[in-house]
């Protein structure tokens, strides 16, 4: 007997933990498969493909169960993935398990009328069991944390995991199913939140569990043996107990790769001073981290359980070497948080000047216990269908949470990106009243008044962005035109241009810009000839940018075949 796991990811670079780890327990612990009674098999694909494709592969593969991984981003496809493989296959097996619909089995079961069972909670145990009762037909009363079609049978929740190392590693180098030169690779290293934020569907399992640090050690290995680029940790929290968080860090800095990096969700504000000096040992490029903020509004903070210490917060996150790339999150629709004390806590979190800065939208999730205070909440409006986003609450009307969704296109487009960030951050700086977010504010307005379409969310070229900025520039800043030295410098870092915009003022010295290549050792005996040099290369002079005074600066683009488009910088 086939089985098939499935997991439609948001993303194509984007993996499927889950489904990994399901299959390693059952390839352990199933007496079915260990025995040849079935097998199991994954398929991945994404939400960007049609429903046909996915219902193809499926197909194909002539598997006798299938049982799909929902979340948020993939719940409308897989109810009708599972409705239209249905039509075609009356009588395969189809399981549905996740977040999606593990808080809320009954109403998935009624909306997916395909669908034969929800497994609730963890999975690992409940997918073995349901394997080892599949030979013998469809009987799976004593299965805990199930729910049933047809028996109205929901069994008692299953207790959670307690030795995580019982799960196998779920990755290998000779698996068909996997690329991770070009995907990312989830991992984790613990289970659970100690945590009670009331939007948040981790804290309903406050059972904080860990894989044994030799476990990990030995995984981690596995990861730099392989030069794997990019592992993310999915830990809620990575850096709850010091000593282990410690000793992962340090076992990541004395095998380091020179090549893999490892993500890590943290709460800055419980960073030790002992963590905040070793971070400075960590090499460049190992370990990056993502930090929620959310709020800055005590009241707000306090409303939806989440711990306030936002000047702690803010002094260890600068206190975190600028070698580590750090990304820090905030939340718009939470209790108590007005259009005003959002824009407190947007320029709170961009004065931190992080790596990125995240703006998302408050969803309300089933199960947890935001969906209550919503829904005894006068003014609290949002999405039936996934992602449950917010539409407006007691303290932003919906034209508030439309122009926050414009602010947050500009700054994840022409900030987050590295587009025309020296420019953005100069502007605040030099703004009338410092505030990050009235530029983007009015920068987003002056977008929509820019383009003829008048639409924010269309893609546009890099060339048509700068122009737009080019103009708000001369618009509202005229007085300050030495911001405009920094969007010359921020077009320079795109790449090398076919031909400079009427905006930009070129200071270009042709000797000067042979000179440097000289200097710099990109050309001359027994190196890259002049003409690959220039075609590779630019030169240009700014006002004031690095200092006072005039600077030059050589721009070097790795346009080789081969080579990952990159471009250095050397101020001459």
């Not at 199991?40 to 194909?60: K, M, P």
């Not at 690779?185 to 399992?205: A, I, M």
């Not at 709020?295 to 996150?317: F, G, Y």
């Amino acid at each position: 007997m086939k089985v098939l796991l499935v997991g439609i990811n948001a993303k194509y670079i984007q993996t499927n933990l889950a489904v990994r780890l399901l299959r390693s327990y059952a390839e352990r612990h199933s007496s079915a498969v260990r025995c040849g009674q079935a097998t199991v098999e994954i398929a991945e694909f994404n939400i960007n493909q049609n429903t046909e494709a996915i219902v193809r592969g499926i197909y194909e593969t002539s598997c006798e169960a299938v049982f799909f991984s929902t979340y948020i981003w993939n719940r409308a496809m897989v109810f009708r993935t599972a409705e239209e493989i249905r039509s075609i296959c009356p009588s395969l097996l189809i399981g549905l398990g996740g977040p999606e619909v593990s808080w809320a089995a009954e109403k998935a079961l009624s909306e997916c009328t395909s669908a034969d069972l929800i497994l609730r909670g963890e999975g690992e145990q409940t997918f073995c069991e349901i394997l080892d009762a599949l030979p013998y037909g469809r009987d799976f009363t004593g299965i805990l944390g199930l729910s049933i079609r047809n028996t109205s049978l929901r069994t008692e929740n299953r207790p959670v995991m307690e030795n995580l190392d019982s799960i196998p590693f779920p990755y290998s180098i000779d698996m068909p199913d996997f690329d991770p030169e070009n995907k990312i690779v989830y991992y984790e290293s613990s289970r659970g939140c100690p945590f009670s934020c009331s939007y948040c569907l981790s804290s309903l399992d406050k059972t904080v569990r860990y894989y044994s640090l030799e476990r990990v050690y030995a995984d981690i290995s596995f990861f730099l043996e392989n030069a794997y680029p990019l592992v993310k940790f999915v830990d809620r929290t990575f850096n709850l107990d010091p000593e282990r968080y410690l000793s992962i860090w340090k076992y990541i800095r004395d095998h380091h790769n020179n090549t893999t990096l490892f993500h890590f969700e943290i709460a800055a504000e419980y960073l030790s001073d002992e963590a905040l000096v070793f971070l400075e040992t960590m090499p460049e490029g190992s370990i990056q981290f993502e930090i929620g903020i959310q709020s800055t509004n005590p009241q707000t903070l306090k409303a939806v359980d989440r711990p306030a210490h936002p000047m702690v917060l803010a002094d260890k996150i600068r206190r975190i070497p600028k070698k580590i790339h750090a990304h820090v999150d905030l939340i718009a629709g939470l209790p108590g948080e007005s259009l005003e004390k959002l824009e407190d806590s947007f320029d709170f979190a961009f004065e931190l000047q992080p790596d990125m800065l995240q703006l998302g939208f408050l969803k309300i999730l089933a199960g947890t216990r935001m969906e209550e205070t919503a829904k005894a909440s006068p003014g609290y409006i949002w999405s039936r269908y996934p992602p449950y986003e917010v539409i407006a609450s007691p303290d932003l009307q919906y034209v508030d949470l439309v122009q926050i969704k414009d602010i947050e296109q500009v700054l994840d487009n022409w900030y987050n990106s590295g587009l025309m960030r020296n420019c953005i951050h100069t502007l605040v700086t030099k703004s009338r009243n410092g505030k990050a977010f009235s530029v983007f504010k009015d920068l987003a307005a002056h977008i929509r008044a820019f383009y003829p379409d008048g639409d924010l969310y269309l893609p546009r070229k890099t060339a048509d962005a700068f122009a737009c900025m080019a103009n708000f520039l001369e618009t509202y800043y005229r007085e300050s035109g030495g911001i405009l030295e920094y969007l010359r410098y921020d077009f320079l870092l795109q790449g090398k241009p076919g031909c400079f915009p009427d905006w930009y003022e070129r200071r270009y010295d042709k000797k000067k810009h042979d000179a440097a290549l000289l200097f710099c050792g990109l050309t001359g005996p027994g190196l890259e000839s002049r003409k690959n040099s220039y075609s590779r290369t630019e030169y240009d002079e700014f006002f004031n940018i690095f200092g006072t005074g005039r600077n030059a600066v050589l721009f070097v683009y790795n346009i080789k075949k081969g080579e990952e488009k990159k471009v250095r910088t050397i101020l001459l």
